[in-house]
Every structure is written in structure tokens, then in C-alpha cells.
């Protein structure tokens, strides 16, 4: 059977027979008796396996390495130790596949840094169990959520040959033979006929879709040539982008705050196991920052007025808080300090935003939207779209965008358009918020960063 | 509200006033009355809205375009007419959206092929509501039905630095300016360093979380740069590949069995009025056809025994079965109808198998299996897994390949390895089966194949 299973009801199943196949995470051994720390993978909890000098064997089974596979038959009993409240009397050890005595992973603590070498054996430790198991759970609650309110999952194409948000620098994607060019590349040759790149977002095509099915929601990967090394930047990453129709900024900034509440509350709920670990190895308080997101009342302010805030503040910033221009990390973490909960920054400049947020009466500002969350910063950016075909034209000729390429998305307002509205999440910032772990390589099970592309 | 709500309790809304933001898909009019078939996306089912020349605004009303979008407000009432059970009375119409007359979407039928060159307009079809809302509720059912064991899902990389299968041709994935390129490519100023590619299967990354947490899948895009133009080749595409430690190639195929009958169950039963319509319109008896798979006894058989079926059947095939060789679709077709419903078909011959599977004591096949569908064809490919290294290794050196960029696949069987299975289901192929819709173009929101990249 699978510990899971057997955790879901472990009761029942004091005093039977049960039997086992998993790995050796430790294994100690004294003159009459072992004890192997046990685990299959299905469950966060391990369980201990007692076997004394009775059992067939016992001497092979005593020099079984950790690390290595192994089948267990014995009874579960109540345990008399204080250390765990269960565990299995062996009366049956069989090895499966053994593990060498140099095996990377030992039972000590291992610097994150090093982990991220042997990425591959990584997910057998207790850390990377608990955060790619709630990589997982948490995977399953955004589909569940949206699902259960009967959005529409798009999956947004990947490979794409407009760069339409410029978001950022991105990967070229090409079957020509670079290796032996002759001269210039000749895209019509090109697998598309034409040159092409990897999706920085699947936000337009979600507006198709909105406008179809009204309420829709993509989860996808995307991707980011920038050449950065920081601990929130990588190449490749996956994103939910949820647009919906007939929506503005305000039902949009309730269904950002109901889905978050929702995920956390679900993640808190499914990996309880995970969390208490995270708690208290990770991020002490861990579980009370999330349960007390689950509670909190969402602020709503406009951009001048934060920055009106930052300024009175008398804080001495690093960067002084101006108006009509980005704020820093540390002006976020003021504003989430000061109203001590999360924050809809709204109505954004839109020099700084992008060119399909609908424009306000002021001619300044955005119906954009940040949420800012105690501890993350930004974690999911939104806003109303421009649904004014002529307003949209004019600002993409001011910002010399060719409307050409982008005709099918300017046709979206001609062709029975309405108000609607999106946001995207970065999912690995969820999960860094989620688990505590700070550096995104740790949530991402094969992170590929700048020169960095293993297994 | 929403259509969709309001069908879930529509008889408790009988005679009660409700607000609805959606589309015209058509528009009659008469001299006193005007007859509108409205919907808001979130359902399958429309709502017919009749006003009459009493409402405000009746002649701008009746002009009112299709495709347009509208708020709409009214009584909803039963229908005396026979077509539909309800309708809405409609006191109160007002234009969001307009939409001119030169709309490419007519209230008449359109080719496929003309729909694939508006992919951003076919959503709004009846046809692509019910392909694409099928796609969003199978993805859906796959989710569930792995979380709800207890998998973890793994969001395998899709950027990689080696071509470990060999499935196919690659894209490349570049950040050197190739439009200058003096001389070769120097991989070392890449964006990785060293050259990289779009992943062709999540497996082998699916083997290293398998041997971490037991049960898992991916769900996630893959790619082939193969330049073929038939209805089953798309160059993106998403693929499940789950992955199960402890569970040999006998196992795996209940897991196969039991998951497709899972699927199809939920869809029948969440898509009820998709399924109606494709039946009716797209593949008559697809409803039948799949209700039948969901009882049906999946057939086992090796593949020898299937080529001495094929053999002594006296079928005049245009390919002549032979021992030893790959067979064609035909066959597969007269051994579904032979069987009369699902066959897994095992213990290939290992020259057409991948390197990584499980090798029989014959040295001749391999423990693979393809499941073939009545109607589909090969639906999913799997295998138990060769975990004995050495074996693993001797192959790798019979086939050519570098087994050190491989060293981590290796060490998967050095490191406490055991017997393990998985699969791989194309999630188009089994939309094409689920919907009847035989071109992969027309499963696929924004599909990517040869020298087309559009949206």
C-alpha cells in the first residue's frame, strides 16, 4: 500500500500486516535491532520501520545502504517512543535497488546551492518534498478554482511571431542551420516561414477568448531572454492569466482577492504536513502570515495617493517617491506595512504601463492594478483593457507600435467588443510566498536561468 | 448574471427578472417584434430574447447588428413555442458593443478551412464553443483524476540541452543575433552556453520525480519541428506523461485503462450539451461511441500474437504484416474491430522501441505498450522502464548514444532504482477522439504547424 493511504486512516490498521515499497532515507543499526527511516514519496510523513535480530536476514539487511529501494512486510503498532506515534515491526526486508555508500545525498544538511547541482536527486530531500508537493497542490487549486466557476482553460500558444506586449527581450526559436549559415538567415526558409520567438505572455490571446467565452483563464509556461541573475528572475516560468469579460477594475480586484484567499486557504488545507515543515524550518510564521492572508481585508489606493504616503512618511528611502514614476521594492513594503495587509496600488501612469490598459478621463493615468502582499511585493499585476478601438489605435501610434501586425486585436473592440479586464500571476512568486524558500531556483524543479540548463 | 447559472436553477427563475451582458449571434426582426439568439460564452445553451414595439428604443433596437454586444434585462418566461423551453421577455436592450455588417462570422456555415485563417473570431461558433470547452474540461478531468490519487504534477522544462529520445526534429532555441552572425555560432555566448532546444517529452525528467514521489504526471507543451502536413501533426502540442515507481508494465496498463474510462466519463457528464451537439453535427454516434468505451473490456495482447491475427486473417492489407517491423494504421484498425473495442498491445520488437524500456529475457522485445482505440488509433505509448544499469548502458552503446550527457538518467537505477512504468497520451489525439473533429488544426486554439504561425 502507499503511506498516504495509509496516513488517511492509519487507525484502522493497528495491529494488521501492511506492506511497503519505498527508499531508505536513513537507516541505523545497533547490535540487535535497526531502524530504517522510511519513505515511499506519496506522503510528506516517513514512517519508521523496526526490525530486530528475529527477522531472515538480519545481517544482510543490517548493511543496507540509505538511499537504496526496499520492500517491507510487518505489522503496524502503536509506538511507545515519543519521537513518532506509529510505526512498522518488520517481519519481512527485501532489497529492491541498492544505493552506493558515496550517494550525494546523506543524511546531513546540504547547502541549497549544492542541491541545485544534483537537481535530479533534490526532490528525495524533505525541503524539496514539501515545496514541489505544493508546487502541485497549488497547481490544482488555481484549476479547481477557476473550473468550479466555470472559466474556460486556453492554452495560449508558446511559439509566437509578434512580440506584441514587448515585455521583455526574448528566445528566437528556429529550425534554419545556424551552424552553417551563408550569409543573412532567409526566414522564409524558416519552419514558420517567418522568424519567431517564445511567448512572453498569452494575454491577447486570452482577450479572444473572453470574448467568446467570457471568462477564461490561461496556465502556461513563458518565457524571458533577460539576462539577469537575481533570486526572482528565470528564462522560463509559468503564468495564469485570467481575462475576463463584461469586467472592470473593481470585479476584477474582487476575483483577485477571492481566487488568492482561495489558494492559500486550499494549500493551508491540502499540504498541512508541508506547511508545519516550511514553518518551521524555512520561514518561522510561515503559517500564520498565510492564515492571516485567508482573513485580511484587501486596501484599495489609487497610485498618487501612495505616493502622497510615501512622501509624508518622512521615511528615509533609498529612492525618493515621485510622482509619475515606478516605485522601488521598499516603497511596496512600506505601503503593505502601513495598512498592514494587502494593497490594490490602482489607477497607474501609464507611461509606465502598458499600451492596452484603458485609459482614464485624466489622460495620465491607467485603470491598471498592482496587488502588493506583505512579504511577496507584487504578486499579481491586472488591469481594465482599452476596449475604445480609436483611443487604442492612437496610443499605439504614439508609442510607434505597428498596428498592422495587431490587427486581429484591434478588430477584438470592432467586432462587438465590451469592457473586460485580466491580470497575470507569476506562478513561482505565488509559490516563493507560499513557501517561504526566497530564491526562485528552489521552486522550480529544473530552473533555467542565464547559462544555466541542466537536465 | 450568467447564462450558465441561470441554467443550473433555470425553472426557479421562471417569471423573475434577469440581467444578461452577452452577444448577438443572430438577430430576426418583424414589424412588431424582434427575436434575438443571445449568448453570454459561459454556456452552450443560448437564450432567444423577444422584445416587441413597446420596449424603449424599439427601431434603434431592431437595427442592432450581429455579433454585437448587449446588456439585456427581462422577464424570463416559458416558451410556448417548441424549439426552446424558455425565453426572455425583454423590457430593457442596450448596445455595448457594435459590431459593422461586414463581419466575417454570418449566421450561416462556415468551412473549417475559413475558420482556421479567423481562428481569433471561431471561438464564437457553436462548433469551436463545444471543441474548445471540451479541451478545457478534459484538461480538467486529467488534473483531477491524477490529484485525487495522490500524484504530483510536474511541470517538466521545456528548454533543453539534449535530445535524449530522439523523437523527432527540434527547434532551436537561440539568443545570438543570427541576423549578424560572423562566422559559426559561438554556443558559449548563448543564452545558456551551449546550444539548446524545445523539449520533445518531459519523460526522462518524469523518471528522476518518480523515484522522488512515487506517482507523478506532466501535463505540458512539447514540440516537433517535423515538416508534415497531415490532419494528426501539429508542431506545438500538449502532452500527459505520467510517470509510477513500484508499478510494472501489467500495473500501468490498469492505470491507462482506468484513467481514459475516467476521462471520458467526466466529459460526457460536464460537457452533456457539447457532446449533444458534436453528435449531432460532427460525428453521428460519437455520444454512443464513447459511452461504449467507458464499459468496455480493454483487450490484452503481445504484439507477436497480434501479427499472427493479422497474418491469418486473409485481410487484403495495402501493407503486408511482418514480425519484427512496425505495423500501419489498417492493422491497427482490424484489431480494434477484431476485438471489438480498446487493445493493449504489448512486447514490442526492441528495434522500433526507445532505449529506455524494460528488455525482456527473449532479447528480441521489449515491455512496451500502445493502447489502440476504436476510432482513435494508438491513444497512449508506454513502457515499464529498463531500470538494471548496465543493461540500460549496453543499449545506449549498441544505439550510438553519449551515455555521459546522460549520466543523471543512469544514476537514476545506480541510487536506490526499482521497476517503474509510465506513459504518454497526446492531449489532441484523445480531443480528436472526444470530439469527432478530425483535423488537429481545429482542436487546437492557435495551432503551429509549417509555415503557420498565426495569432
Given at each position: 500500500m502507499e503511506l498516504v493511504n495509509l496516513y488517511k486512516d492509519i487507525d484502522n490498521f493497528v495491529d494488521k500486516e501492511i506492506e511497503l515499497n519505498g527508499w531508505i532515507r536513513n537507516h541505523r543499526k545497533q547490535k540487535e535491532f535497526g531502524f530504517i527511516d522510511f519513505s515511499d514519496g506519496t506522503s510528506f510523513k516517513h514512517i519508521q520501520v523496526v526490525y530486530d535480530n528475529k527477522i531472515n536476514d538480519f545481517d544482510e539487511i543490517a548493511t543496507l545502504h540509505n538511499g537504496s529501494s526496499i520492500h517491507v512486510k510487518g505489522i503496524l503498532i502503536k509506538s511507545e517512543g515519543n519521537k513518532q506515534d506509529y510505526e512498522m515491526k518488520a517481519n519481512f526486508i527485501k532489497l529492491l535497488g541498492d544505493c552506493p555508500?558515496?550517494?550525494?545525498?546523506?543524511p546531513k544538511k546540504h547547502s541549497r546551492e549544492f542541491l541545485r547541482e544534483i537537481a535530479y536527486l533534490r526532490p528525495r530531500t524533505n525541503l524539496f518534498q514539501a515545496v514541489f508537493r505544493i508546487r502541485s497542490v497549488a497547481a490544482h487549486a488555481i484549476h479547481t478554482y477557476f473550473q468550479d466557476r466555470d472559466y474556460v482553460y486556453l492554452h495560449a500558444p508558446l511559439i509566437t511571431a509578434s512580440d506584441c506586449e514587448g515585455a521583455g527581450e526574448m528566445f528566437q526559436v528556429t529550425t534554419l542551420d545556424i551552424d552553417n549559415l551563408k550569409g543573412k538567415p532567409d526566414y522564409k526558409e524558416d519552419f514558420f516561414g517567418k522568424k519567431t520567438t517564445l511567448t512572453v505572455s498569452g494575454q491577447l490571446q486570452g482577450e479572444i477568448f473572453a470574448m467568446a467565452f467570457n471568462k477564461i483563464y490561461t496556465f502556461g509556461p513563458t518565457f524571458r531572454a533577460e539576462n539577469s541573475n537575481t533570486k526572482t528572475h528565470a528564462s522560463e516560468f509559468w503564468m495564469i492569466e485570467p481575462e475576463i469579460a463584461f469586467c472592470d477594475l473593481d470585479n476584477l480586484m474582487e476575483i483577485e482577492e477571492d481566487m488568492l484567499k482561495y489558494v492559500v486557504k486550499y494549500v493551508l488545507d491540502k499540504a498541512k504536513d508541508e506547511i508545519e515543515f516550511l514553518d518551521k524550518f524555512v520561514e518561522v510564521g510561515l503559517k500564520e502570515k498565510l492564515e492571516i492572508l485567508v482573513d485580511s481585508n484587501f486596501t484599495k489606493i489609487k497610485f498618487d495617493e501612495a505616493i502622497n504616503l510615501l512622501i509624508d512618511s518622512n521615511e528615509k528611502f533609498e529612492y525618493t517617491p515621485i510622482h509619475g514614476e515606478d516605485i522601488a521594492k521598499e516603497h511596496e513594503k512600506w505601503l503593505t506595512n502601513h495598512f498592514n495587509g494587502p494593497v490594490f496600488l490602482t489607477d497607474?501612469?501609464?507611461?509606465?504601463?502598458?499600451?492596452y490598459m484603458k485609459q482614464n478621463d485624466d489622460s495620465k493615468t491607467v485603470r491598471a492594478v498592482d496587488l502588493l502582499v506583505p512579504g511577496a511585493g507584487e504578486l499579481m499585476g491586472g488591469s481594465q483593457r482599452e476596449e475604445d478601438y480609436d483611443k487604442l489605435i492612437t496610443r499605439m501610434d504614439e508609442l510607434n507600435m505597428d498596428s498592422k501586425d495587431m490587427e486581429w486585436y484591434l478588430n477584438l473592440r470592432k467586432y462587438g467588443g465590451c469592457i473586460h479586464s485580466g491580470f497575470g500571476m507569476g506562478f513561482e512568486r505565488l509559490l516563493i510566498y507560499l513557501t517561504g524558500v526566497e530564491n526562485i531556483r528552489d521552486v522550480i524543479p529544473f530552473p533555467r536561468t542565464p547559462k544555466t540548463c541542466e537536465f
Open positions: 555508500e558515496d550517494y550525494p545525498l546523506q497607474w501612469p501609464k507611461e509606465i504601463k502598458a499600451f
